[in-house]
C-alpha cells in the first residue's frame, strides 16, 4: 500500500517536469466576434464567460491547469476548441462557417455539451441557465440565417 503510493507519488512528480505550452496567442481587439457582430451585451457577455476561455485567445487557465496531468487537459482543449471555433479570429468566418457555427452552437447548447461539462464541473458560473440558453439559441437563429 504504501510503496503503491509512493510509487504513485514520484510518477505525479516526475510528471511536472513535462513542458506544457500554455498557448496564448496575441488577440488583435478588431478581429474579435464581440468587436466584429456587436451582439447584444447579454450575448457578449455569455459568451465571455462561458466560450472564451477555450474558443479564443482570451484564454485564463485556471490554477490546476499548471499541475500534470489536468494541464496536458486543459491545453489540448484549448487547442482543440480553437481549431472548431476561435472568437479571436472572426475576421477568417465566411458566411457559410457563421452559419456551420450557429447551427452546431444551437445544437451544442441544446444538448448541455456547450460549455464543455467538465469546465463546468469547476466553473460553476459557466454553466448556462434555461434563460442564457434561451437568450443564445435565439441570438444564433439571426446569426444563422
Ligand atoms: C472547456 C473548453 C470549452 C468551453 C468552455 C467551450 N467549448 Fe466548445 N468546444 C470545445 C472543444 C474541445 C471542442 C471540440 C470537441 C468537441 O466537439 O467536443 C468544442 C467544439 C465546439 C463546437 C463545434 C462542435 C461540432 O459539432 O463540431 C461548437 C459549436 C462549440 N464548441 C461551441 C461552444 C459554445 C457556444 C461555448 C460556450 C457556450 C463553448 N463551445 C464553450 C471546448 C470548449
Not at 21 to 34: G, M, R
Not at 56 to 81: D, N
Request: hydrophobic share 40%.
Amino acid at each position: 500500500m504504501r510503496r503503491t503510493f509512493l510509487f504513485f507519488f514520484w510518477v505525479f512528480l516526475g510528471i511536472q517536469v513535462i513542458r506544457v505550452d500554455y498557448d496564448i496567442p496575441e488577440s488583435v481587439p478588431e478581429n474579435d466576434l464581440i468587436a466584429l457582430m456587436s451582439p447584444p451585451e447579454e450575448v457578449a457577455n455569455i459568451l465571455t464567460k462561458s466560450c472564451y476561455d477555450c474558443h479564443s485567445h482570451k484564454t485564463e487557465y485556471p490554477w490546476y491547469s499548471q499541475v500534470a496531468p489536468f494541464s496536458w487537459w486543459t491545453t489540448h482543449h484549448v487547442a482543440e476548441a480553437r481549431m472548431h471555433f476561435n472568437f479571436s479570429k472572426w475576421n477568417e468566418m465566411s458566411q457559410k462557417d457563421l452559419e456551420t457555427f450557429a447551427e452546431e452552437a444551437e445544437y451544442e447548447i441544446n444538448e448541455d455539451e456547450m460549455p464543455l461539462p467538465p469546465y463546468t464541473w469547476i466553473h460553476s458560473g459557466a454553466d448556462l441557465t434555461e434563460g442564457e440558453k434561451e437568450i443564445m439559441i435565439a441570438w444564433l437563429n439571426d446569426v444563422g440565417y
